[in-house]
């Protein structure tokens, strides 16, 4: 599993470079892509498509080959393998067929527009591409709401006003967001800011919708609130399936109470 460049030839690594020489075969998501990466750093070993699409007789016969002693090395179009990209199968394939497989840490453009975001990132969890239709997408963004942690997304330039437009109506305008564009390219770009200032760049600077897109969103210290109606029945409710303890401490999640205040709310009730 070898991490290639996002942008920079530079960032491929010696071992990176060094594992597809070495190996039998290279599969690739494109190999239009892959074959420009290969000349630049005159690679000679052969390769051949492997995409969403590649059918399960084709899989065999490469695990096959695997079985037979042989090194194969799979490559995305940019970046790691397997982050919103083909391949997951034929990993889970290998192990089940006890072939070792080893990864060839690189470029990440996930990792790179965490670091550089300026958001707090201690906690974060990457959820790919949002859904494409808007009723979707608003749905799909609630379920963040009270999200503590910075939500990490990919997003094409021809939505991402879209989402950034969603989010607004779903977070609020003091959100803050980090859009990430182009990530070791030439015109590589950051914007970190509240979603409201964020759409008013992007309506200034038409450049913060074309590229390569990674959309990260802060996480929130609110939470949200149960009221003491909904608290009690939800409470009683639970009362003969958990200890009161054990309640306490999940109703504390949702209500402006502490576990403590709850419990002794309660424990007469």
């Given at each position: 599993m070898v991490a290639t460049p996002i942008g920079n030839l530079r960032d491929f690594s010696l071992r990176g470079i060094e594992t597809l020489n070495e190996s039998d075969l290279i599969l690739c998501e494109d190999t239009r892509k892959a074959k420009v990466l290969l000349k630049e750093f005159n690679i000679k070993t052969k390769c051949k498509s492997f995409h969403e699409f590649t059918n399960q007789k084709t899989m065999e016969k490469y695990i096959s080959y695997l079985k037979k002693g042989k090194c194969i090395a799979l490559i995305s179009d940019a970046g790691t393998p397997l982050i919103s990209d083909p391949g997951y199968e034929i990993v889970k394939r290998a192990k089940e067929e006890k072939i070792q497989v080893n990864p060839i840490p690189g470029p990440s453009?996930?990792?790179?527009?965490?670091?550089?975001?300026?958001?707090?990132?201690?906690?974060?969890?990457?959820?790919?591409?949002?859904?494409?239709?808007?009723?979707?997408?608003?749905?799909?963004?609630e379920k963040f709401l009270f999200e503590k942690r910075t939500l990490v997304l990919f997003e094409s330039p021809r939505r991402i006003k879209k989402l950034a437009q969603a989010s607004l109506k779903i977070f609020g305008e003091k959100r803050r967001v980090c859009l990430a564009k182009d990530i070791s390219k030439l015109h590589q770009k950051f914007f970190t800011g509240t979603l409201k200032s964020l759409l008013k760049q992007m309506h200034?600077?038409?450049?913060?919708?074309?590229?390569?897109?990674?959309?990260?969103?802060?996480?929130?210290?609110?939470?949200?609130?149960?009221?003491d109606i909904n608290l009690e029945i939800l409470v009683k409710s639970l009362k003969g399936e958990l200890p009161l303890r054990k309640i306490s401490k999940i109703a504390s999640i949702i209500s402006n109470k502490t576990s403590k205040e709850i419990y002794d709310t309660f424990k007469e009730k």
């Open positions: 453009s996930v990792i790179s527009a965490l670091v550089a975001s300026g958001l707090k990132i201690n906690k974060f969890i990457f959820d790919g591409f949002p859904p494409r239709k808007s009723n979707e997408l608003e749905s799909y963004l200034k600077d038409m450049n913060l919708e074309k590229g390569e897109i990674v959309f990260l969103i802060e996480g929130t210290k609110e939470k949200a609130v149960i009221d």
